[in-house]
């Protein structure tokens, strides 16, 4: 059986048909927090099927992406594949660093699946002496909506027991990772950085981001179908249109060791 930072992979074209790329604001800021040019080298972790590599590789970067998933990596290749982009299918944690080192490390949506103490010390093997670290992630701040109550009742039902329900967890990696960053003296980091957006969904574009939702996707076959159709049964109280609240943050930090 997958683990729960394994499903995934499970669903590389839900994946990336669904999941949001990363807002422009924080593109911008990202690349101009981590001092980047065209021809810089950037190690991104956890790249999925390329929501962030894409806006690197546009800009002139050359990316070395990890990603554990292969089906999500082979995704990631289908879509972005070129000389700038070299694909490596392995965790962060066991990928074996060559003798290049990096003028930025990066991840989206992905630096919480590892601790941060041992990310923070991959980080500053992979880096270069003057390099910086941006890890991002996307909040969602949905929870005072109507549409996000009217489906508390499934997660309750479905998922009592699991603690990945956005939006309640995500925001305690980040400030996990926030304090690894204090407490460790080879970095330096800049205060947090955010971008509010929302998207809106139809049903369908709604209930194929749910699929993907690592907590959905660890339910049996049955317990998911039925999770899926109520919130079905939900959405069409709301005309058949969802709209949800997101917060994208950047931690920046420097290495100064």
């Not at 949905?142 to 996000?148: L, P």
């Not at 039902?157 to 603690?163: E, G």
């Not at 407490?183 to 980091?189: I, L, T, V």
Request: aromatic share 8%; hydrophobic share 40%; with cysteine.
């Amino acid at each position: 059986m997958s683990t729960q930072r394994e499903t995934f992979d499970q669903v590389p074209d839900l994946y990336a048909k669904n999941r949001p790329g990363v807002p422009a604001p924080a593109v911008e800021a990202t690349w101009t927090r981590l001092g980047l040019a065209p021809g810089d080298a950037v190690l991104e972790v956890g790249c999925g099927s390329g929501q962030l590599t894409s806006h690197l590789l546009e800009r002139g970067a050359r990316v070395t992406a990890v990603e554990p998933g292969s089906a999500l990596a082979g995704a990631c290749e289908r879509a972005l594949g070129c000389p700038a982009l070299t694909l490596v299918c392995s965790t962060f944690e066991a990928w074996a660093l060559g003798s290049e080192r990096f003028r930025a490390v990066t991840a989206c949506q992905a630096a919480h699946w590892i601790e941060p103490g041992i990310f923070l010390e991959r980080t500053a093997q992979a880096l270069a002496r003057d390099g910086r670290l941006g890890l991002l992630w996307h909040l969602d701040v949905s929870a005072e909506t109507a549409f996000y109550k009217a489906t508390q009742s499934l997660y309750d039902h479905y998922l009592p027991d699991v603690d990945e329900k956005p939006p309640r967890t995500i925001p305690n990696h980040v400030a996990a990772y926030e304090q690894a960053l204090d407490d460790d003296a080879r970095f330096a980091r800049s205060p947090r950085e955010r971008w509010p957006w929302t998207r809106t969904f139809d049903e369908a574009a709604y209930l194929g981001w749910l699929r993907t939702h690592s907590p959905v996707r660890m339910l049996s076959a049955e317990d998911r179908e039925a999770f899926v159709a109520g919130h079905a049964e939900v959405i069409r109280a709301f005309d058949g249109t969802v709209v949800r609240r997101f917060e994208t943050v950047l931690v920046a930090a420097n290495r100064v060791d």
